[in-house]
């Protein structure tokens, strides 16, 4: 079964703290996700990655950046957070099927808040 | 840049349908993805369809792509309690990236 996990559920941080969220996928996939999801605007590529060490920023990049050391993890790190960060945070992987369609699959989320 | 819209409010009663509507501005769009969200819970694949089909049927679900206009939608039978939650429209053009809609609530009503 498809399993990707993020590190928590729930987490509050104060402005200007270093935040780690941790994902980790066990399918052995290539691509991986952050996304941000807002009320009303759905969800937004903050960063992914379609290799060990390789990325590439999305939509909303600033005030994040990302590690990806081992295929199967994925991190996503607020340098210094700020409110306007506060979010649902979902961490996705993905694989090319047989038909060609990418399947993506979705953690959790880590609900954010700053304060 | 591509843009994928959709209501963001549906109300229906308990067994009836449901029609949920997206449409997209990507012409080069290839896979047109249905997702479901439960509170508290991260994006679940429901169904997807290749843009060279007009019609996918899963079950309940009924997918239906009028590519002209560039219009996707999904028709849940019989509707339950079970189905509330918020629906996502994404589109993908072969590459890594998708382009998610804002989500449409849906709310069953007994």
């Known amino acids: 079964d498809v399993k990707v996990t993020q590190s928590s559920r729930y987490l509050v941080k104060r402005t200007g703290e270093k935040v780690f969220l941790e994902c980790v996928q066990d399918m052995d996939h290539e691509n991986m996700f952050w996304y941000r999801q807002d009320p009303g605007l759905g969800l937004r590529l903050i960063y992914f990655s379609y290799d060990v060490k390789m990325k590439e920023k999305g939509d909303i990049p600033e005030g994040y950046s990302v590690s990806r050391e081992k295929k199967e993890r994925f991190s996503l790190i607020l340098e210094s957070a700020s409110t306007n960060q506060t979010s649902m945070y979902l961490c996705a992987s993905s694989f090319r099927s047989v038909s060609l369609s990418y399947e993506q699959y979705f953690g959790p989320g880590t609900r954010l808040t700053v304060t | 840049g591509e843009d994928v ?27 047109l993805y249905w997702y479901k969200q439960e509170p508290g819970a ?39 309690t079970g189905d509330s939650a918020i629906y996502f429209c994404a589109e993908n053009d072969y590459g890594q990236n998708f382009v998610f809609g804002p989500g449409t609530r849906l709310s069953v009503l007994p």
């Open chain 2, 5 to 31: 819209e959709q209501s963001l409010f549906l109300s229906v009663r308990e067994g009836d349908s449901s029609v949920i509507n997206c449409t997209y501005t990507d012409s080069s769009s290839t896979y």
């Open chain 2, 42 to 80: 991260g994006l679940q694949l429901l169904t997807y369809i290749f843009s060279n089909m007009d019609m996918k049927q899963d079950q309940r679900l009924t997918v239906l792509l009028n590519k002209k206009d560039k219009h996707l939608s999904l028709r849940i039978a019989d509707t339950q």
